[in-house]
């Protein structure tokens, strides 16, 4: 069972890569198509902006799951180097504790901020719903508490990297 469990980060790890992926080469192509109308042509595109906000939006929150799995994630490393050796491991639990309480934060406001702009649109993209931007900060929450979980119980993978 936990072999299907880590084989199932394993695939959202990848796929939250993917994604994170997919929309900072999109991005920087539609900037520089905007930069290049806008300074060249001398009439800037409208839709490269919305676009690209939309785009840092799965960016940010897939892009950060991933990296929390991957242990490259922002650390206070001073702050920890600083403890003594035997409160590492308390350290690691409260931090555990700490990210699995922002996870339920996003989940649950996220899920809220999703309900209530899910039938707002971009005013350039009628057809591109506002609410289905902002599902990237739930759905990166849950996939975020899944990795928390995993990391929590020491589960191990080939592609996680390993604790200091």
């Keep these: 069972m936990i072999n299907g469990y880590v084989k199932l980060m394993d695939v959202l790890y990848f796929t939250c890569v993917f994604i994170a992926s997919v929309a900072l080469s999109i991005m920087s192509v539609i900037i520089s198509w905007g930069v290049f ?3 060249v042509l001398g009439s800037g595109s409208f839709w490269p902006e919305p676009i690209s906000i939309f785009l840092a939006i799965q960016l940010t929150f897939y892009g950060a799951a991933a990296c929390y799995r991957a242990g490259t994630h922002i650390r206070l490393r001073m702050f920890t180097d600083l403890l003594p050796p035997a409160l590492h491991p308390w350290q690691r ?3 555990d504790l700490l990210m699995a309480g922002i996870c339920l934060f996003m989940i649950i406001w ?6 209530t702009t899910f039938f707002q649109s971009y005013p350039e993209f009628q057809y591109i719903k506002v609410g289905v931007a902002y599902s990237a900060i739930p759905i ?4 975020t508490l899944l990795f928390v979980i995993e990391k929590a119980f020491n589960f191990s993978s080939a592609n996680t990297a390993k604790e200091d």
């Design 37 to 39: 109308t806008r300074y």
């Design 93 to 95: 639990r409260l931090v």
């Design 110 to 115: 996220g899920g809220s901020l999703v309900q």
């Design 140 to 143: 990166a929450g849950l996939i």
